[in-house]
Antibody
Framework: QVQLQESGPGLVKPSETLSLTCTVS????????WSWIRQPAGKGLEWIGR???????NYNPSLKSRVTMSVDSSKNQFSLKLSSVTAADTAVYYC???????????????????WGKGTTVTVSS | EIVLTQSPGTLSLSPGERATLSCRAS???????LAWYQQKPGQTPRLLIY???RRATGIPDRFSGSGSGTDFTLTISRLEADDFAVYYC?????????FGQGTKVEIQ
């Protein structure tokens, strides 16, 4: 059973770069897209972006200028960097797997089937 | 970018009642790419429905999804105590995901 675990500093100073890693266990990182999602306290879910196991990326346009994602298949890990952070970037950060399910004759089903437990990142001096 | 608008923001109901949650998209969504998640306080979102109407593994049959195009619905036929939570719809399109803002189902 695939499990995801986020790791990284829980406190980041304003204007610095937030760095998180998601470790995939119980399965391979290969042949999937892997997403980052965040959730400020008491608010909804915001998709940050995703990375394919071979390194291709898609980012949320609202964050694109500050986001960099990378993957290390040898370690079964992928990472997020968010630069120039402010208090507005304080949130719980989740990693998740984008899963392509069965083909229904027209499209494959597509959803996020496995999520990490999330890690809280606070931006404060 | 496709915007998902969920309504109502909060639904106050009693156990045993039926809950109907709406998710409206700003443009047509491919049904195969529309999912619903449940999130309880302090917990990770859990996949309930994918492909607009298909229940994920282990999800009770009191949860059902329907809809197409721009209008989608999550129905909980008879609320149980464990169902009081926040529900999010989500869609994939143009190589990006978007979420609705969530509907909170609370005990009346």
């Amino acid at each position: 059973q695939v499990q995801l675990q986020e790791s990284g500093p829980g406190l980041v100073k304003p204007s610095e770069t937030l760095s998180l890693t998601c470790t995939v266990s119980g399965g391979s990182i290969n042949s999937y897209y892997w997403s980052w999602i965040r959730q400020p306290a008491g608010k909804g879910l915001e998709w940050i972006g995703r990375i394919y196991s071979s390194g291709g990326t898609n980012y949320n346009p609202s964050l694109k200028s500050r986001v960099t994602m990378s993957v290390d298949s040898s370690k079964n890990q992928f990472s997020l960097k968010l630069s120039s952070v402010t208090a507005a970037d304080t949130a719980v950060y989740y990693c998740a797997r984008d899963f392509r399910g069965d083909y229904n004759g027209y499209y494959y089903y597509y959803y996020m089937d496995v999520w990490g437990k999330g890690t809280t990142v606070t931006v404060s001096s | 970018e496709i915007v998902l608008t969920q309504s109502p923001g909060t639904l106050s109901l009693s156990p045993g009642e039926r809950a109907t949650l709406s998710c409206r998209a700003s443009q047509s969504v491919i049904s195969s790419y529309l999912a619903w998640y449940q999130q309880k306080p302090g917990q990770t979102p859990r996949l309930l429905i994918y492909g607009a109407s298909r229940r994920a593994t282990g999800i009770p049959d009191r949860f059902s999804g329907s809809g197409s195009g721009t209008d989608f619905t999550l129905t909980i036929s008879r609320l149980e105590a464990d169902d009081f939570a926040v529900y999010y719809c989500q869609q994939y399109g143009n190589s990006r995901w978007t979420f609705g803002q969530g509907t909170k189902v609370e005990i009346q």
